[in-house]
């Protein structure tokens, strides 16, 4: 089964809007973080933000921030006033246990395209 | 500060023949991952490392893959023979060891670049 799901293989935002990704997970394990990456076209995966499980408050950093839903299992991220340079693919990631050094399960992604 | 350094960016091979790909993690990162991400996935855990030991390789090949991390420092990761299906990119990462003046509490993992891998 999946671990993580991104159901928006492509979306697209116009400039200066808001976009909202989805992404829903499934774990057992009660502690568990929940990581946003974007990858643009070179390739080098870039850390956006960060939801504990045991967090109380949605993340924010920046324009970036997480619309976490914990009964439902969603973390969707909420990217406001979109520029040129969000164009990128994003991955949701889960880290289960409280092990910090775990590995990531990424999603499939979304790629998202900011028109002019 | 100096971010995961790879080499080399890309790489043509023809299939049965063996590749290798290195990483050096940023400095005093104790912890080395190797990612794998086929083309449209995510990318996947090969192998993890904290120091010179193997934390995780459950998802490497085995009869195929190998990797290394003498000194517990700079990571090679070899091919030996590939397959079309190794077709991909390669990322390394590396992280903190958690509690050890990790910045912030969630240690997050840094990127390298990658190594796309291409096998005629």
Known sequence: AQKITQTQPGMFVQEKEAVTLDCTYDTSDPSYGLFWYKQPSSGEMIFLIYQGSYDQQNATEGRYSLNFQKARKSANLVISASQLGDSAMYFCAMREGSNQGGKLIFGQGTELSVKP | ?120
């Not at chain 2, 043509?12 to 790909?21: M, Y």
């Not at chain 2, 009869?63 to 990119?89: M, N, Y």
């Open chain 2, 1 to 120: 500060e100096a971010g995961v350094a790879q080499s080399p960016r890309y790489k043509i091979i023809e299939k049965r023949q063996s590749v290798a790909f290195w990483c050096n993690p940023i400095s005093g990162h104790a912890t080395l991952y190797w990612y794998q991400q086929i083309l449209g996935q995510g990318p996947k855990l090969l192998i993890q490392f904290q120091n010179n030991g193997v934390v995780d390789d459950s998802q490497l090949p085995k009869d195929r893959f190998s990797a290394e991390r003498l000194k517990g420092v700079d990571s090679t990761l070899k091919i030996q023979p590939a397959k079309l299906e190794d077709s991909a990119v390669y990322l390394c990462a590396s992280s903190l060891v958690p509690g050890q003046g990790a910045q912030r509490s969630y240690n997050e993992q840094f990127f390298g670049p990658g190594t796309r891998l291409t096998v005629l």
